[in-house]
């Protein structure tokens, strides 16, 4: 059965739209969330609780309170930056204001980088690597979130509506 990882970022404090993003990807099949950092607060981090959830943190976020904050939810905390391997895919992330750890995970063989930071959806080949965004919920044009299938590699971006119910 294929992995579906639903990815958000730079939420920076919206919870009303984090809930409604986390809400459409679990109801897609998500069977565990990436947050790609710029959380904002405690209540964003509130919503992972319960769920099989990953976070790194951007440069808008107090790293420290918000880390020991997602520990005692349980919350797997791997700032700035991890590597997992799911399925056959060797999967990347960090927030992507540190060029450094870019660079870093760049040359580590990755099948797939992932970042935020930019608020902007991305889709790019670099070398063997793909490099993906799943846009902003916050300061966007569109808000929007991402679904991996860590199988086939497949992703599918996701607009977040806050005027459409769930």
């Not at 700032?79 to 990347?92: D, L, T, Y």
Request: hydrophobic share 40%; charged share 25%.
């Amino acid at each position: 059965m294929a992995e579906q990882i639903g990815i958000i970022s730079d939420t920076h404090g919206q919870t009303p739209r984090a809930r409604k993003a986390i809400d459409l990807l679990l109801a897609r099949g998500a069977t565990r969330i990436i947050h790609l950092g710029d959380v904002g607060s405690e209540s964003v981090l509130d919503l992972l609780a319960g769920i099989q959830a990953t976070v790194v943190f951007g440069n808008c976020d107090d790293d420290r309170s918000l880390a020991r904050y997602a520990t005692i939810l349980g919350i797997e905390v791997v700032h700035p930056a991890a590597v997992i391997e799911v399925k056959s895919m060797r999967i990347g992330f960090t927030h992507g204001h540190l060029e450094r750890e870019l660079t870093r995970l760049l040359r580590s063989n990755l099948d797939i980088l992932l970042h935020g930071h930019t608020h902007e959806i991305r889709d790019e080949q670099v070398g063997g690597t793909r490099i993906m965004n799943p846009g902003a919920l916050h300061r966007a044009t569109r808000h929007t979130v991402m679904m991996l299938d860590a199988s086939s590699g497949h992703a599918e971006w996701i607009d977040v509506d806050l005027s459409e119910t769930s």
